[in-house]
């Protein structure tokens, strides 16, 4: 039998990414109330744009860290037998940095399952992890919404949480 195949986003989901970009420009990570930042009223003009921008800097990719028990979370996925991908939609400026980031801090992820820049709603596999609400719906059988600030007014019909033992037993669940 093959594998199922289980597509984790990285921002946000594996690394930290919104809240270390709005306290690089001076912005309370809390502000950030909405994953679209311009639907974000506590934002200026000139911050948001700085945010944008710093998500197309290598610079910034080298900065974000895993989250605590991320690497574990992986590990214990692959060693259940799921075919672990990650699903990253980064600008072409930093794919190398983002795909680097990941074999760094991911060992276990084969470097043919960093998949960079497509739309995750055409991937067609048994469970997507997201943070963002759009990304979920498409080709996945089943989506996860990682639980942040940015999507807590989300009303999709997802499970939504941040915590890794319950989206692996979420995943065993929809599996077995
Ligand atoms: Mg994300």
Not at 71 to 88: C, P, Q, T, W
Not at 114 to 134: A, C, E, F, Q
Not at 148 to 167: F, H, L, V, W
Request: aromatic share 8%; glycine share 8%; proline share 5%.
């Amino acid at each position: 039998m093959s594998k199922h195949v289980i597509a984790l986003d990285v921002d946000d989901v594996l690394m930290e990414n919104v809240s270390l970009a709005a306290e690089l420009v001076g912005v309370d990570p809390g502000v950030i109330d909405a994953w679209d930042l311009t639907k974000v009223v506590g934002l200026t003009d000139k911050q948001r744009s700085d945010m944008y921008a710093l998500w197309r800097t290598e610079a910034f990719v080298k900065c974000q860290q895993p989250y605590a028990g991320a690497e574990d979370f992986v590990n214990r996925l692959i060693e259940a037998g799921y075919e672990v991908i990650v699903a990253s939609s980064v600008p072409p400026e930093v794919m190398s940095a983002r795909g680097l980031a990941i074999r760094g801090f991911f060992p276990n992820i084969p470097e043919r399952n960093i998949m960079l820049g497509g739309s995750k709603r055409l991937l067609n596999v048994d469970v997507l992890v997201d943070d963002n609400p759009g990304n979920l719906g498409g080709c996945a059988k089943h989506g996860i919404l990682f639980a942040q600030d940015s999507n807590r007014g989300c009303s999709a019909p997802y499970p939504r949480t941040n915590s890794y033992e319950k989206i692996f037993e979420l995943i065993r669940e929809y599996t077995t």
